[in-house]
Structures are given as C-alpha cells and as structure tokens.
Antibody, heavy 117, light 110 residues
Framework: QVQLVESGGGVVQPGRSLRLSCAAS????????MHWVRQAPGKGLEWVAV????????NYADSVKGRFTISRDNSNNTVYLQMNSLRAEDTAVYYC??????????WGQGTLVTVSS | SYELTQPPSVSVSPGQTARITCSGD??????AYWYQQKSGQAPVLVIY???KRPSGIPERFSASISGTMATLTISGAQVEDEADYYC?????????????FGGGTKLTVL
C-alpha cells in the first residue's frame, strides 16, 4: 500500500534553513506529482508546493515563494522541501502527499517544524 | 489570490443528515475535493472531482455542486464522522495554478 514518511522537522531559529524529506513506497513514484501541505497548530490546511512527476513543473503558494524549494529524486523515491529564511509563521506540521485525481492524496503522517528563538 | 469559504461549524445528532458547504468563484469551472481530518490524524480524501467517492469511503458520503457552491453531504451521520472537513480546489492566475483549501468546518455529531 502507499506509504509516505516525512522526516527532517525540528526546532529552528528564525532566518535559518531546514530541509524536509518524504520517502515514498508502495507505488510507482516517478509517474506521480507530489505535494507539500502544512497545518499550523490549531489551524486549517495550507497548500505549500507541488512538483510534477518529471520535475519540469513546480508551483508554490505565495506565502513561501522565493524562500522554499520543492525537489524530488525519482531514483530514490523521495521528495524534498528546502525551507530558507524561516519565519515564526512557518511553524506547522508539514505533510507530503501524492497527487491523485488532481489533488493531494494520500498523505503522510507529517513532521513538525517549529521556528522559534 | 483565491478563496474558498466554509462555515466554521456544523452540528447534527447521530442518524441525521449533515451538510457542509464550500463557496468559491471558480467552482463552476474547477473541480472541488473534500477531505476529512480526525483529531491527531492526517487528512483523508473523501470526495474527488466534485462528486466521486474513492474506494473505501462509506456510501453515506456524497457531494454535489451548483454554481459557485459545493456541498458535502453525510447521510445518517455517525459519531465516528465527527471531524474537521476541508474543501480544496484550484484556479488559474495567468500561467500559474492557484491551489487552495477552505478554512475548514468542524462537524460535531452528538
């Protein structure tokens, strides 16, 4: 079955960087687009970024454009989210998800990023 | 930017029908999707492409679309359906696709 396991979260100071990883298994990774979605504590869902199956297209939410970079390694079935210039408002659980039917599904269990001094 | 608007909360008794709405200007031309998120868990897709139900989702979950409003209906809501529900859709902005979630609706079944 589809499995997505996020890692790389933790506590980081404002202005610093962090890279999240999402290891995929149970499906043919290279033919699916992949998303990152985040959820601040006690808040709703916010879509963050998507990368196409062949890496030719990447799209970002305005709130992270220019600071975050999504990438993927189809040989290692992994998608990444490089987060630079982190702010307190980036504090959230970050989920990766496969693109299915044109939307994120299914999702991993998430990794918590806390931006605090 | 693009916004999808949901009511913050809906409350029903067990066995009643729950309806959750989602309004957005682009919904007449873009698909709506619905997610269920139970406390402490990752979201699960319950409706895709406006009205379709993924395998494994109970038949009591259905959806409809009319103009700029999408509606998720849970017929005979059960206690285990208590969760936050989010709609999701897209819109075009030049050569850029906007992807957004609604603010979420807390469904209480008691």
């Amino acid at each position: 079955q589809v499995q997505l396991v996020e890692s790389g979260g933790g506590v980081v100071q404002p202005g610093r960087s962090l890279r999240l990883s999402c290891a995929a298994s149970g499906f043919t990774f290279r033919i699916y687009g992949m998303h990152w979605v985040r959820q601040a504590p006690g808040k709703g869902l916010e879509w963050v970024a998507v990368v196409s199956s062949d890496v030719s297209n990447k799209n970002y939410a305005d709130s992270v454009k220019g600071r975050f970079t999504i990438s993927r390694d189809n040989s290692n079935n992994t998608v990444y989210l490089q987060m630079n210039s982190l702010r307190a408002e980036d504090t959230a659980v970050y989920y990766c998800a496969r693109d299915r039917f044109g939307a994120p599904a299914p999702w991993g269990q998430g990794t918590l990023v806390t931006v605090s001094s | 930017s693009y916004e999808l608007t949901q009511p913050p909360s809906v409350s029903v008794s067990p066995g009643q029908t729950a309806r959750i709405t989602c309004s957005g200007d682009a919904l007449p031309k873009r698909y709506a999707y619905w997610y269920q998120q139970k406390s402490g868990q990752a979201p699960v897709l319950v409706i895709y492409e406006d009205i379709k139900r993924p395998s494994g989702i109970p038949e009591r979950f259905s959806a409809s679309i009319s103009g700029t409003m999408a509606t998720l209906t849970i017929s005979g809501a059960q206690v285990e359906d208590e969760a936050d529900y989010y709609c999701y859709s897209t819109d075009n902005s030049g050569n850029h696709t906007l992807r957004v979630f609604g603010g979420g609706t807390k469904l209480t079944v008691l």
